[in-house]
């Protein structure tokens, strides 16, 4: 079983700039990609950025060149670095871990999602 938990959000002015955080734990063997998604009221989730685990990293269009995904000191745990906030970011952002987890003694893979945080940039 994996556990995941985000951090960070929060109210912030147009312009500005948060630090969200994703701490996965539990019964871990390896994890295989990390991401950060987001749901505005009335909409689809949406992806915002991935890292795998071989290094590559996508971001949506509108994260380019204003977010960054970085894994952390402590390897199950990933931030998301957003600047120049806009209105439009406005959203929950979720944590999303794609990782092999010890199941009834053997490892399985899974998709695991955390509660998300509420990132509110007002217009």
């Known amino acids: 079983q994996v556990h995941v938990v985000e951090s960070g959000g929060g109210l912030v002015h147009s312009g500005g700039s948060l630090t969200l955080s994703c701490e996965a734990s539990?019964?871990?063997?390896?994890?295989?990609?990390v991401g950060w998604y987001r749901q505005a009221p009335g909409e689809e989730r949406e992806l915002v950025a991935r890292l795998t685990s071989g290094g590559s990293i996508n971001y949506a269009d509108f994260a380019k060149g204003r977010f960054t995904i970085s894994r952390g000191d402590f390897e199950n745990t990933v931030y998301l670095q957003m600047n120049s906030l806009k209105p439009e970011d406005t959203a929950v952002y979720y944590c999303?871990?794609?990782?092999?987890?010890?199941?009834?003694?053997?490892?399985?893979?899974?998709?695991?999602w955390g509660q998300g945080t509420q990132v509110t940039v007002p217009s």
């Open positions: 999303n871990v794609v990782a092999y987890s010890e199941v009834g003694g053997t490892y399985r893979p899974g998709d695991y």
């Open positions: 539990g019964s871990i063997y390896s994890i295989n990609a």
